[in-house]
């Protein structure tokens, strides 16, 4: 699981580069593709950028008492698990990836999810 609250193009990020590539575009798309209008907003409002693996998603869905909940803020696993269960959308934005984004006030608050799609 990686966690972010940055603009994430200019950081490592867990994905395959093609991956990434996809994933800056699809976060720009609300922004009239001006970069540097969805940099403003990472930058002033920062969401939450949050990568699940194969395991991630493993973990979280089948093994029930979670592992990973201890390790968690008890706000951040709610936000994970909104945006896991009732997400605002899910998008396959690139083959074998799915964006999920729950928004949690009216000022934008968001988390996205990105993970392997679930087939």
């Given amino acids: 699981m990686q966690i972010i609250n ?3 193009e200019d950081i490592i990020l867990a994905l395959p580069e093609q991956v990434k590539t996809a994933l800056i575009q ?9 970069k540097a209008e969805a940099k403003a907003y990472w930058l002033e409002d920062k969401p ?7 395991e991630d998603q493993l973990t979280l869905i ?7 909940e201890i390790l968690l803020e008890d706000t951040f696993q709610h936000k994970l698990d909104i945006v896991l269960e009732t997400p605002e ?3 396959v934005f690139i083959k074998g990836y799915q964006i999920s984004l729950a928004i949690f006030s009216d000022a934008g608050e968001g ?8 087939e």
């Fill in 62 to 68: 089948n093994q029930p008492p979670r592992p990973l």
């Fill in 48 to 54: 939450l950028l949050i990568i699940l693996d194969k």
């Fill in 26 to 34: 699809h976060l720009i798309q609300p922004f009239q593709n001006n």
């Fill in 111 to 118: 988390v996205y999810c990105v993970m392997p799609a679930i």
């Fill in 89 to 91: 959308y899910t998008d």
């Fill in 6 to 8: 940055t603009w994430p």
